[in-house]
């Protein structure tokens, strides 16, 4: 668990940390170390060919193995020395004391996709979006499953050992899970609580995922005793059945793609297909929307939220094309298939998210690259909006939305395309700061490791957490 420092002491450190950053800022300028000079944002580099901003270079690398050498990569979390990294085949513990070196350290082969990946004390959460013949990990294929025997939602693991994880439960949840939200409870309350995201694309009933799917499962996980672990509310979010869709590119509302919580301030964005959704989680098992919002121009697919460390502001991001299609190029341009830039204005049941820019790399892609907006987090600048992404295989960007109106890209990495000839999917999955370093989880490729060095984000290297979950915000000043 984080500690919390007396309102003194953090103080001080706060104090301390802004006299380090003004040294830091006065000391330290860009560091090159790009393996090929960064080129005009319209030149697509070669296959594989890595190019970067001079102030972000690579530091490590650790290709894909064993069971999940041929599998998609997706989302992790990170606790302590070591690092959960999510795959259709399973999940990889890696061992990150030295982020410049890092090692797997376990492999758990449980198939299921997308096994995003959440944790909260020694307990491991794993989802599951694709309908299996039962709830163990054996590498049963969904399609010979009848539909009553057929099973998704929610794995859990005891990492109290990180070298040999332990499967302890499952709870299924309808329409699966195709992400998770780790919610932590309230007042010191023994329980923690899972906001389960699913939908339906098919547009007609599916067996575990019967129209109209306008809700959530939340799961209540007694620490413990995680053996207890079960569905405790189903959440009706969109009571008149959400956005209905709009030109092809449009996603209609038949549930959430993904949750961010921002515990501390009893509040919650959710990115739901057609959907901007502001909640209010006071009570932790009744969610309450407070306001939603629309983009029937540019938005496709409301995929995944970010707050402010202040939570003043949410970036959206928009999947266009769901992940697989390239939309980094000039016939789409440089609003669809990018990040949203919201205030949050007002206080109580009056809060609304007012639209401000949206914001897109600059750089052109291949055609046969898929890449669009995917998941980042904050990087801890007091101050200042900073934030890392992942754009699949257009690289990962560094941005600072500190003024909301007009973001601005500050560094970026990335490898050229799989292929120049045929479409292949690829790239970076979720890009997040932990402790000094981006961490990228790449579909196809394995783990990249980098190191930002620049001055406006130096001081964030002295911030440091024992538990991330990209999904979890809490206030990195008290970190």
Known sequence: MKHTAPQGRQLKRLAALSVVAVVV?????????????????????????IV???????????????????????????????????????FTVYDISNPKAPAVAAQVLC????????????????????????????????TTATPGDRWEGIKIFDISNPLTPQYLKSVKTDCGSHTLTLVPGKRREPNVYIYVSSYNLAGVDLPNCAL????????KVPTRNPQAAAVVATPVVFPDGGYPGGTEDQSPTTGCHDITVYAEKDVAAGACMGDGVLFDISKRTAPRVVTTVRDTVNFSFWHSATFNNSGTK???????????????????????????????????????????????????????????????????VPGRDIMVQAWYQGGISVWDFTDSRRPKEIAYWERGPISLTDPVGGGSWSAYWYNGYIFSNDIAKGIDVLELKDRRTAVARHFRTDLFNAQTQDNFLRW
């Not at 997308?114 to 794993?126: A, H, K, R």
């Not at 709830?135 to 294929?141: L, P, Q, R, S, W």
């Not at 949203?340 to 052109?364: C, E, H, M």
Request: hydrophobic fraction near 30%.
């Open 111 to 142: 198939p299921g996709s997308q096994n995003d990946v959440s944790i909260s004390g020694n307990l491991l959460f794993l989802a599951t979006d694709s309908q299996r013949t039962n709830d163990t990990c054996e590498n049963a294929g969904s």
């Open 314 to 380: 949410v970036v959206f991001t928009d999947e266009l094309g769901g992940g697989g299609a390239a939309t980094c190029n000039p016939e789409v341009g440089p609003e669809k298939g990018a990040d949203a830039i919201y205030d949050l204005v007002g206080k109580g049941n009056k809060r609304k998210l007012v639209f401000r820019s949206y914001f897109k790399i600059p750089r052109t892609n291949a055609n046969t690259e898929n890449c669009v907006a995917h998941n980042g987090s904050l990087i801890p």
């Open 212 to 219: 109209p799917h306008d809700k959530i499962s939340i799961i």
């Open 52 to 90: 970067s901003s001079p102030n972000l270079k690579q530091v490590a690398h650790l290709p894909k193995t064993g069971p999940f050498a041929n599998s998609t990569n997706s989302d992790w979390a990170f606790k302590g020395k070591y690092a959960y990294g999510g795959n259709y085949n399973g």
């Open 25 to 49: 800022g006065l000391l330290t300028a860009p560091a090159s170390g790009a393996a090929t000079p960064p080129a005009s944002p319209n030149v697509i580099p070669g296959v594989d060919e």
